[in-house]
């Protein structure tokens, strides 16, 4: 697969494009087809930024890592863009194998009666048989179990500061969270989530 890279006040080593070239192939091996790829090398006072974006057929990810060296920020980079691919492979895979595993509630069989000759006969006082069906009983409880929801509650999906929709993408993939609240400058509130499919939804909350 091949990678663009771009550097912006740095320069790319012979060792940190073999890096991520190696990198990018195993998240292309998890993948399967993937459309493209990229690698942004840049630095902020004393910190180097590696971040990566691999398109594929039906998913994108975005990760970013900060070290105090080019190659660490790029090892870690790739390390949660593999975690990420392997989470989507993994769900995709749940998803395929869904159907098979789905139990099919089938109606109880129902009980035929048995012939006249072998049921009981009741005499009615007026010389004739009355035959006695048989009923079955089903009871129920009384109330319905309720299970209560297991809720914890977490302050790691609210970004304090405000976040364009592209900083918010690469934050909630910096904390590798499926679900991001957070206000754009204009002061809009958002929500960004994950669908099952891996893709990113962004909603608006009036």
């Known amino acids: 697969m091949e990678v663009e890279l771009t550097a912006r006040q740095v320069k790319v080593s012979k060792a940190l494009r073999q890096q991520a070239e190696d990198g990018m192939d195993r998240i ?13 090398f840049s630095t902020q006072r004393h910190l180097q930024i590696a971040e990566l974006t691999v398109k594929a057929r039906s998913q994108t990810i975005v990760a970013a890592a900060k070290a105090d060296t080019m190659e660490s920020a790029l090892r870690e980079a790739l390390s949660r863009a593999e975690h990420q691919a392997l989470r989507y492979r993994d769900r995709k895979l749940a998803h395929k194998r869904l159907p098979k595993e789905e139990k099919i509630m089938t109606a109880p069989p129902v009980a035929r009666p048995k012939s006249r000759a072998s049921m009981p006969a009741e005499s009615n006082g007026s010389g004739t048989a009355k035959t006695r069906a048989k009923i079955a009983v089903h009871s129920f409880p009384a109330k319905p179990t309720v299970v209560a929801p297991h809720i914890l509650s977490s302050s790691e999906a609210v970004a304090l500061k405000p976040l364009t929709i592209e900083e918010a993408v690469k934050e909630a993939e910096f904390r590798d969270r499926d679900l991001l609240i957070f206000r754009n400058p204009s002061g809009d509130l958002y929500v960004l989530h994950r669908r ?11």
């Open 28 to 40: 292309a091996r998890i993948l399967g087809k993937t459309t493209s790829a990229s690698v942004i």
């Open 196 to 206: 099952s499919d891996g893709q990113m939804e962004l909603v608006e909350i009036p």
